[in-house]
């Protein structure tokens, strides 16, 4: 199974405290219920930051989810950052037991890259968007500019952002990933009116399910 490289901080000394409590729970049966409470916990920390390999559906018509979880709402906004011009936001909400790395949704030119410092309200909802921790990526697509942004939730503490500005990003590839818990949202001008393919409550996979579709 492939790890992603943020979690080996977490996971070799996950794995340490699971050798060190077998080890004093020999001598000692009161510790086995701490120690399986470790052991439980450093299986998790491996589910957690598993990196699997995705395939799907590829090319300029496809917008491709940039995060696995629950789609927690599609709707027109405005969005004054990078696509300045009202923008269907979908919104994906990341639990502790999905995938956390991100993937870019498009192939195309990373234009803006934009970290902002907040608060860590419950991810799904509204106001996460605008009053949470988060990081902004904008990308120059062949169908038009997209926006991806990384919202942390209530437990997640550190956002990675790979690319900068200036650099190629492939369609599906890495794009970062969020520690603990989070949302995804990603943006297109209403403008380039591609065919929304997912609703609220579907569970979508990065870097291999549609969110959107541009016709001919």
Known sequence: MRLAPEGWPFILPGWALVVLGAWVARGSPWVWGPEVALFLLAVWLLIFFRDPVRTGPRGDQYVIAPADGKIVDVRVVDEPMYLKTQATRISIFMNVFDVHVNRYPATGTVELVRYHPGRFLH????????????AS???????????????????????????????????????????????VDVFFPVATRPTVRVA??????????VLAEYTP
């Open 137 to 183: 990526v904008g990308l120059r697509a062949a169908r038009g500019p997209l926006l991806v942004r990384q919202i942390a939730g209530l437990i997640a503490r550190r956002i990675v952002t790979d690319g900068a500005a200036g650099q190629r990003a492939t369609q599906g590839a890495r794009m970062g990933m969020i520690r603990f818990g989070s949302r």
């Open 123 to 134: 991810a799904a909802s509204d106001k996460a968007s605008l009053d949470n921790e988060q």
């Open 200 to 209: 609220v409550g579907h569970r979508v996979q990065a870097g291999a399910t």
